[in-house]
């Protein structure tokens, strides 16, 4: 941190928006086509019906669902380290704040597709919405579905806002150093910003109160996607843990994410000075913390299980452990519980390539997470009749594929155009720090 | 009555605006405004600004929307008035996390318009004024007001305090 200045930081992130090389447009193009494949899959699901997936009774909510629950869980640890680690004036956030937001946006678009592509037929979404009709169709305040809707509607404006308002001083940095049309395009996007005291005065009273309102936000969103679950009967679904089990777990995707999304950033516009491997380490401490607790949340649950005395209850996690989704219930627990453990040695903790590989292996973990909560409950439940076992069918992974491909893209495409670090937050920052030296 | 100059000391160091500007309040110039590149806690505390208004825009937000949440629950499920397994209409606890989400979106809101409000933007004439774009950079800008003719004892008096001199026709 030392040898940056105030110039230096403008100049490093600055070099980020110069032209890109021809390779940067073969991956937006790769990328660009994967996205396409998944939309060609669900304009095929909307020609033909919802059938064309693998959802059937007894599991009607199949990757679609499981999805929206591991977009909108990576999209909690954007508002953790812009918004709760702010209040905290943890200084460490500065460099990772703005790609996280970025990462929370774009992960809640994508994560918002999902109940769309999964209503079948989208274009009825309308019924969501209170507004008075002749036929009395209102919406059920009372159901968790609801609480959905109006959750992540809440927590697309709320991190979209955040995070524009966060940028509009940088804009203007880039405004004043732009010529032409780019010159005029930053001019509208930073909104005349002049950086005059009085300005700075407001903003900063704006700011505080942006990330106190965001933080209990990232508790409630992810608490309601858990009552979607945890409201109703299915062996395995109704439990009080699932809300802080959910947001815990939300935070660690989230984490891992930052991890997975920061490493290649760092490398390839040169952040080496900006996001040091101190950030980083301090990353991977945090994903130590929430191992732990989702761990915690994972025993729990059997030992719920175990003490409640309930046949069904624990016939469920019996074979959720031993019986058909083994497999990928053991990955869940491998990737999440026991492999972010190895962060407690300070060698791993500070090596790029092992940071990379455990943090993918965390992604993969949380996303076998929500498929054995979602597709376990209802494929086992009171009925041994009604069993059934689910598998997606190849438009629902083409559709999973394409929104991979399109957050990639959005994020990709973002860090090229816009600045992906603050660097009014990394200004103040060094101001900071040498008044605490 | 005579012109009015535009003078602006141009400084690197946070500390050389403090020291300019408690000059500047003994000296017979007026402040006009001051530009930098991030919110500096010492010169806010040089300006001596009293506590910014945002919060009332972000109150009044919370307020319209926990009831706003209320509102729309109730008048909805009064509208389809039939109980189901014995559950109130109106269930004040499950209405509760529509109140609580809107209360916080409509808290941002009230905060993104009381921000718009008290920082006047979108506003693109002060770009054109008296403005420099090394102020979004590395540099903070004061710009003090004098008469036409004493233009030059300002400039000398920012370029005493260490700062560089930028004069606006």
């Not at chain 1, 037929?121 to 059920?140: A, E, G, S």
């Not at chain 1, 438009?395 to 860090?415: D, H, P, Q």
């Not at chain 2, 009293?50 to 706003?68: E, M």
Request: proline letters at 5%.
């Amino acid at each position: 941190m030392s040898s940056l200045t105030p110039a230096k930081i403008d100049n490093i992130v600055l070099d980020t928006l110069s032209p890109p090389p021809r390779r940067y447009w073969g991956i937006v193009a790769l990328l660009f086509t994967g996205a396409f494949i998944g939309l060609c899959c669900w304009i095929w699901q909307i020609f033909v019906g919802i059938g064309v997936g693998g959802q059937n009774n007894p599991v009607a909510w199949g990757t679609y669902l499981i999805n929206f629950v591991f977009w909108v869980g990576i999209a909690h640890s954007g508002t953790l380290i812009s918004a709760i680690l702010y209040l905290f004036r943890a200084g460490w956030r500065n460099p990772i704040a703005r790609a996280a937001e970025t990462m929370t946006v774009f992960a809640v678009c994508t994560a918002g597709l999902f109940p769309l592509i999964h209503l079948g037929r989208v274009w009825l979404v309308y019924f969501m919405l209170p507004y008075p009709n002749q036929r009395n169709l209102w919406p059920n305040f009372t159901s968790p579905l609801m609480f959905d809707v109006v959750a992540i509607s809440t927590y697309l404006t709320v991190s979209a806002l955040f995070w524009y308002t966060g940028m509009v001083p940088d804009l203007a940095t880039i405004r004043d150093r732009a010529e032409g049309i780019r010159k005029k395009i930053y001019t509208v996007l930073s909104l005349g910003w002049t950086g005059r005291f009085e300005q700075w005065r407001h903003y900063i009273r704006g700011y505080l109160f942006f990330a106190a309102l965001a933080t209990p936000l990232v508790i409630s969103v992810h608490s309601v996607v858990s009552w979607d679950f945890g409201l109703g009967i299915v062996p395995g679904w109704h439990s009080t843990i699932f809300a802080p089990y959910f947001v815990a777990g939300a935070i660690h995707s989230g984490l891992a994410m930052v991890l997975t999304l920061m490493i290649p950033l760092r490398k390839i516009f040169h952040y080496e000075e900006l996001i040091t491997t101190e950030v980083l380490e301090n990353v991977a401490k945090t994903i130590i913390l929430t191992g732990l607790i989702v761990a915690y949340a994972y025993a729990f649950e059997v030992f719920i299980a175990w003490y409640s005395f309930n046949p069904v209850e624990q016939e469920m996690f019996r074979w959720r452990i031993f019986g058909d989704y083994g497999l990928e219930f053991w990955i869940m627990t491998t990737c999440n519980c026991v492999v972010p453990l190895f962060f407690f040695f300070r060698k791993i903790r500070t090596d790029l390539r092992y940071l990379m590989t455990i943090s993918v292996l965390i992604n993969v973990g949380m996303w076998y997470e929500r498929f054995v909560i979602i597709v376990g409950g209802p494929a086992h439940d009171f009925i041994p009749h009604a069993w059934g076992l689910y598998s997606p069918t190849f438009i629902e992974l083409g559709i999973m594929f394409g929104t991979f491909c399109m957050f990639f893209l959005l994020f990709i495409l973002f860090v090229k155009h816009m600045p992906s670090v603050s660097m009014t937050e990394m200004k103040e920052a060094l101001h900071t720090g040498e008044d605490d030296a | 009555m005579p012109d009015r100059r535009y003078v602006m000391g141009l400084f690197r160091d946070e500390d050389a605006v403090v020291s300019a500007l408690g000059s500047l309040r003994k000296s017979p110039w007026n402040l006009h405004r001051v530009h930098g590149p991030y919110p500096s806690h010492k010169i806010m505390d040089a300006l001596a600004f009293r506590k910014s208004p945002v919060g009332w825009f972000t109150l009044a937000g919370g307020i319209t929307g926990f009831l706003s949440g209320y509102a729309i629950s109730i008048y909805s499920s009064v509208q389809w008035n039939l109980i189901v397994s014995g559950k109130p209409v109106i269930a004040p606890i499950p209405f509760f996390v529509v109140g609580y989400e809107l209360t916080i979106l409509f808290g941002i809101l009230g905060t993104v318009l009381g921000l718009l409000i008290t920082t006047r933007v979108p506003e693109f004439k002060s770009l054109k004024q008296y403005y420099d774009p090394r102020c979004s950079g590395e540099h903070f800008g004061v710009v003090a007001v004098c008469d036409e003719g004493k233009q030059g004892e300002l400039e000398r008096f920012f370029a005493e305090n260490g700062g560089e001199v930028r004069v606006f026709e």
